[in-house]
Structures are given as C-alpha cells and as structure tokens.
C-alpha cells in the first residue's frame, strides 16, 4: 500500500482533533469550576478604580491578617499604628481556583481586632477583605494565603 495524501490528511486531522477535543474538555471543565470574575461587572469596577483607589490610599490604613483552620483574625490600623475606626467589616473566604465554596462572613470586634470562625480546609485560599470607615469609604483588600 502506498502512502499518500488522503493518509496524510487522515493522520494530521485525527491528531488535531485529538488535541481540539482535550482543549475543549478542559476548557468546559475549568469554565464550570471557577467563573474567572471577581467582580460581577469589571467595566464597571474598572470605571471606578483609580478614584477608589485614590480614597482608599488618602485613608493610610494597613491590615495584619491571621488565619488558620478554625479562625480568621483580622488588625486595621492607622498610619500611627492605632486601631483603625471601621464603621463595618465583612470578609469573603475562598479558594483559589473555585468560587463554589466561597464564605462570607461578618467578623466581631474583639479589642483592637476583628475576629470571626471559619472552617476551612487545606490548601490555597484568597481572602477578600471590605471594610468601611466612618466616612463611608471603602477600604477592600484581597490576601492569598495557604492554609497547613
């Protein structure tokens, strides 16, 4: 049998498909996992950003963040070092490649600091952190830690 162009043909377009078709499945798989968004509408938190940005800086906080499997310890303060003055706090806790287990938890002040439970298992997690001051801006940070 003679080798020709059809053979050809055949053998590229088996391994093309071969390889479209893993792409498509990963990509299907990883689509359903994690969204890729972390805001619901990016144009429009992209409108916004460098005005809050300029607020949050003008504020000079700075966040101390503690977490581990059972707990999260969250400590805002000042340029100073004093305890910031935050109107509300709410802490969103995750995992890196999912949004399907995100937590949103509402911490309790606890002296200079905000604590809250959290179970969380091994692995990457981000932290989200939104926190207003007494004159409603926003202060929003986001961590990457890893839990042992």
Same mark, same amino acid.
């Given at each position: 049998m003679k080798f020709s162009g059809?053979?050809?043909?055949l053998i590229m377009? %088996?391994?093309f498909g071969i390889?479209?078709?893993?792409? $498509?499945? $990963? *990509?299907?798989?990883? =689509?359903g996992s994690f969204p890729g968004l972390d805001v619901?509408?990016?144009?429009?938190?992209?409108?916004?950003?460098?005005?809050?940005?300029? *607020?949050? /800086? *003008? $504020?000079?906080? /700075?966040?101390? $963040?503690?977490v581990d499997h059972s707990m999260v310890t969250l400590r805002v303060t000042e340029e100073d070092g004093s305890p910031a003055e935050l109107h509300s706090v709410t802490i969103r806790v995750g995992s890196?490649?999912?949004?399907?287990d995100d937590q949103v938890i509402v911490p =309790? =002040?606890?002296?200079? =600091?905000?604590?809250?439970?959290?179970k969380l298992e091994?692995?990457?997690?981000?932290?989200?952190?939104?926190?207003? *001051? /007494?004159? %409603?801006?926003?202060f929003s940070e986001r961590h990457s830690v890893v839990v042992q």
């Open positions: 059809w053979h050809f043909f377009s %088996g391994a390889v479209i078709s893993a792409n $498509l499945t $990963l *990509a299907y798989f990883a =689509r619901p509408n990016p144009y429009i938190a992209s409108q916004q950003f460098d005005t809050r940005r300029k *607020a949050q /800086e *003008a $504020l000079g906080w /700075e966040s101390q $963040l503690i890196a490649t999912t949004s399907r =309790r =002040r606890q002296g200079d =600091r905000f604590v809250a439970p959290v091994s692995g990457n997690k981000v932290i989200f952190i939104d926190a207003v *001051a /007494e004159d %409603g801006t926003l």
